[in-house]
């Protein structure tokens, strides 16, 4: 069996945990170091990108994270984890992990937009309408030249992959479908 890590300090970890045990991959929550080993991919969850970062950073798990995933280890960051992904975040003065070429915009949908569900087929995921659940969720206002743009919403960027990295601003993971974890398996 395949196995992919949660990172499990906050946000919604037992909705990727249930996802990817339906489509048969071995899934459990990762909080220390010790627990990335034989993991052969990595989920970062939506949640607070500021409460996630602080417990990747005490815990060392952050640094042990980076290291793996510049010697090929893949991993996917959906909405709190887009933002600790990215090597730039327009509105905070600080940043994560920095792996990923994406330039995202935290909260980016403000006002009455905060949280909604928009209904997209997906290229090269799913040609039905994926049901794309945002909650306070990032854009990307601009990629890098190796980052591939798997979708836009209105102009921006809400899915991208670079090599081993992907990223969602939206939650597949609070939906019924199982598209976006059998992809991200598919990387594996
Ligand atoms: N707004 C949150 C942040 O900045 C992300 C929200 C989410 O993950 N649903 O971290």
Redesign the pocket.
């Given at each position: 069996y395949m196995k992919i890590g949660v990172v499990a300090f906050q946000?919604a970890v037992r909705e990727h945990i249930e996802m990817l045990k339906k489509i048969e991959v071995q899934a459990f929550p990762v909080k220390k170091r010790e627990e990335l080993f034989g993991v052969d991919g990595l989920i970062l969850p939506?949640?607070?990108?500021?409460v996630i970062g602080k417990f990747l950073r005490d815990s060392g798990l952050g640094d042990e994270i980076v290291k793996l995933v510049k010697n090929g280890m893949p991993i996917w960051g959906t909405?709190?984890g887009m933002?600790l992904l990215a090597k730039h975040i327009v509105n905070q003065d600080y940043v994560h992990l920095g792996l990923m070429d994406i330039k995202v915009k935290?909260?980016a949908y403000g006002g009455q937009l905060e949280s909604f569900v928009a209904r997209k087929p997906v290229p090269g995921i799913s040609k039905r309408p994926l049901e794309l659940v945002f909650?306070?969720?990032?854009y990307a206002e601009k990629v890098g030249t190796g980052v591939d743009v798997i979708l836009e919403l209105d102009g921006k960027v809400v899915a991208a992959k670079q090599d081993n990295m992907l990223a969602t601003a939206f939650?597949p993971e609070l939906t019924e479908d199982e598209s976006f974890h059998k992809y991200f398996a598919e990387m594996i």
């Amino acid at each position: 069996y395949m196995k992919i890590g949660v990172v499990a300090f906050q946000g919604a970890v037992r909705e990727h945990i249930e996802m990817l045990k339906k489509i048969e991959v071995q899934a459990f929550p990762v909080k220390k170091r010790e627990e990335l080993f034989g993991v052969d991919g990595l989920i970062l969850p939506g949640g607070e990108s500021t409460v996630i970062g602080k417990f990747l950073r005490d815990s060392g798990l952050g640094d042990e994270i980076v290291k793996l995933v510049k010697n090929g280890m893949p991993i996917w960051g959906t909405c709190a984890g887009m933002i600790l992904l990215a090597k730039h975040i327009v509105n905070q003065d600080y940043v994560h992990l920095g792996l990923m070429d994406i330039k995202v915009k935290r909260n980016a949908y403000g006002g009455q937009l905060e949280s909604f569900v928009a209904r997209k087929p997906v290229p090269g995921i799913s040609k039905r309408p994926l049901e794309l659940v945002f909650i306070r969720a990032p854009y990307a206002e601009k990629v890098g030249t190796g980052v591939d743009v798997i979708l836009e919403l209105d102009g921006k960027v809400v899915a991208a992959k670079q090599d081993n990295m992907l990223a969602t601003a939206f939650h597949p993971e609070l939906t019924e479908d199982e598209s976006f974890h059998k992809y991200f398996a598919e990387m594996i």
